[in-house]
């Protein structure tokens, strides 16, 4: 190896020759303009065809309210051809394979996000950074196949009535979650200022200490994207969830585990009846209906999440 | 050189002894001797990329959070080698604290910030902490500007009163020297000058090396001055003699300015 002292590099640098930069000289106002329409065109139109949407599930999910008493959307059963619209069931299975998938995916996912992003050496992390990412794009029904080929068997060996369960939702749902909320959580940690951490060391914090006590907060409003996503994409996945569940939608007999024992979600019923329904009938418009609280959940997570990261964004004063 | 020219019968909190610093094939500091003067102000300045953060950051071994870097010689503090192995630098780091050139408050509040050191030390009654708080904030004359507002973001203050947070948040864990790295430079005027009170003050108390750019800073502010060039020390002494009577003709033309 041989060495270079600074002496040396400031010969070396008066021998090159200075490059001047080019200069941009194009006026550049309407040009900005225009991008400035066209991005406020998406933004506006984005919004209106949400608001569309919901909208439209509001039109065709409405008149199940009519239809159908709010007594009997509490029932504990759904079974459409005896006008059985229990609804706790469908509400039920969501819930408990999306607190699964949760309670699964974001411990793990946090902490291969600080391993990647504090503690591998860099080499390493841009060799699975990819690779995680990649992940992220495996066709859920890809996944569903293997749940059911591969997971279900497993978790029946393992003691459970039959492999098909909340459980083996959860599983499936959590490992298609882990990789948004990895890459997620990894940039927004990345994105935390060096000055941080540097500042956190040189008063004698230990790795440990600065990452949990000043870079994950200063990463607050990524990480909670990052789960927020995690979640939204748990509480709308379909086919694999349809595929590994069991479908049961029951809640008259409780396994003395919950999460051993076959449950249907909201998404997986839309998904299996939607087909077979006559448009305009009651149980479409509770189809729909069923959609409509959907919406809300989804809404009311977003919400949530955005009240958690919004002090802190507030007091960054971005502005547009 | 001597690293000893000066005044010889003040203690020494840091002596270097022939040391050598590298990132990757690049030697950055090249053969450095000298002494840093308990309870006294030490100005380290020379041009832009000679090596003054690099060695500032070698005082705390900061450096070791760049994978390249490799370190020769000494520097011992209260006369133990800090690059002995087996030396622990979070323990290092609590001793000598370090403030840096772009006011780098945690996304907290007011707070919290001071709170921070004592908190990762294992201090967690909060009636103690709120007493360190207040003497910590006091001591960079800052608790009446800010004793109503501890709940408030420090990313709310003014850049002046950030850097001023930044060196209470370092105080609050008692260090034994602090350095500072250009703490002024993206300071204005005034706030600079509280800047340099508060070492005065703080010079009471601790053991203080500041790097700066500014050679009227260094001519004001310290006791002690070093001059760097290119990765080596070309003169230390004490300041008012560097400034009059500089020993070196590159240190004459760099202080008369016809250098750097
Ligand atoms: N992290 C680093 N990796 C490689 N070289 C560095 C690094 N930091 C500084 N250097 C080099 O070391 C030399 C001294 O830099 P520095 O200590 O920052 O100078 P100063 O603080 O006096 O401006 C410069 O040539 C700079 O390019
Ligand atoms: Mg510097």
Same mark, same amino acid.
């Given at each position: ?50 608001? *569309? &949407? ?6 065709? #999910? +409405?008149? /199940? %309210? @009519?239809?159908?008493? $709010? ?18 069931p ?63 068997? *497993? &978790? ?6 039959? #492999? +098909?369960? /909340? %459980? @083996?939702?959860?599983? $499936? ?12 959580a ?36 990524g ?44 998404? /997986? ?23 409509i ?9 977003n ?10 964004s ?7 | ?135 910590a ?14 709940k ?45 009170e ?53 240190t ?5 300015g016809?250098?750097?």
């Amino acid at each position: 190896m041989s060495v270079v002292t600074p002496r040396q590099r400031v010969l070396e640098e008066h021998r090159q020759p200075h490059q001047i930069p080019d200069e941009e000289k194009h006026s550049t106002n309407r040009k900005e303009r225009v991008i400035e329409f066209i991005i406020k065109l998406c933004g506006v139109s984005a919004i209106f065809i949400i608001a *569309l &949407i919901f909208l439209f599930l509001l039109r065709e #999910g +409405l008149p /199940a %309210l @009519t239809q159908v008493a $709010i007594s009997d959307f509490a029932d504990a059963r759904w079974y459409p051809i005896e006008g059985k619209y229990g609804f706790t069931p469908l509400l039920f299975g969501t819930l408990l394979v999306t607190a699964g998938a949760v309670i699964i995916a974001v411990p793990l996912g946090l902490v291969t996000a600080i391993y990647l992003g504090e503690i591998a050496p860099t080499w390493l992390r841009d060799i699975l950074k990819p690779l995680i990412e990649i992940l992220a794009g495996i066709p859920s029904i890809v996944l569903g196949f293997l749940g059911w080929l591969v997971l279900a068997p *497993l &978790i029946q060996k393992a003691g459970a009535p039959t #492999g +098909l369960t /909340a %459980l @083996t939702g959860s599983l $499936i749902l959590g490992y298609m979650a882990l990789p948004t909320i990895i890459s997620i959580a990894e940039d927004a940690l990345y994105a935390v200022p060096k000055e941080y951490r540097d500042g956190a060391l040189a008063i004698g914090a230990t790795r440990w200490q600065t990452i949990w006590r000043v870079v994950m907060p200063a990463a607050k409003t990524g990480t909670v994207t990052a789960i927020m996503l995690g979640i939204g994409r748990a509480i709308g996945e379909t086919m694999a969830v349809m595929m590994v569940t069991g479908n049961a939608a029951n809640i008259n007999n409780f396994q003395a585990n919950i999460f051993l024992q076959p449950v249907r979600t909201m998404t /997986a019923t839309i998904a299996a009846e939607m087909g077979e329904v006559a448009q305009g009938s009651t149980h479409y418009s509770v189809l729909f209906a069923i959609g409509i609280v959907l919406f809300l959940i989804t809404f009311a997570v977003n919400s949530i999440a955005a009240r958690i990261v919004g002090k802190q964004s507030r007091s960054r004063g971005s502005s547009l | 050189m001597s690293a000893t020219e000066g005044n010889t019968n003040q203690e020494n909190k840091i002596l270097v002894n022939d040391f050598d610093f590298y990132y990757g094939d690049f030697k950055a500091l090249i053969g450095l001797n000298l002494p840093i003067r308990t309870n006294q102000i030490t100005a380290l300045i020379g041009p832009s990329g000679c090596g003054k953060s690099t060695f500032l950051r070698s005082l705390n071994r900061m450096n070791d959070t760049i994978s390249v870097a490799r370190a020769d010689g000494e520097i011992l503090l209260d006369g133990k080698n800090i690059y002995a192995p087996g030396v622990n630098v979070v323990d290092l780091r609590r001793r000598v604290g370090m403030v840096f050139q772009k006011p780098n408050p945690f996304p907290q509040s007011i707070y919290d910030n001071v709170a921070f050191g004592p908190r990762v030390m294992g201090l967690n009654r909060e009636r103690n902490l709120d007493e360190i708080v207040e003497e910590a904030l006091q001591s960079v004359v800052m608790w009446d500007e800010v004793k109503d507002d501890l709940k408030k973001s420090a990313m709310e203050l003014t850049p002046g009163q950030q850097q001023r947070l930044c060196i209470a948040r370092t105080v609050a864990v008692k260090p034994e020297v602090i350095l500072m790295d250009e703490p002024c430079s993206k300071l204005d005027p005034m706030a600079t000058l509280q800047v340099e009170e508060l070492m005065r003050r703080l010079a009471d108390e601790y053991t203080i090396v500041i790097v700066t750019h500014s050679m009227q800073q260094a001519a004001r502010a310290s006791d002690f001055t070093g001059f760097f060039w290119l990765g080596e020390l070309i003169e230390f002494g004490e300041t008012f003699s560097l400034f009059t009577q500089p020993k070196k003709e590159l240190t004459e033309a760099y202080i008369t300015g016809r250098r750097g």
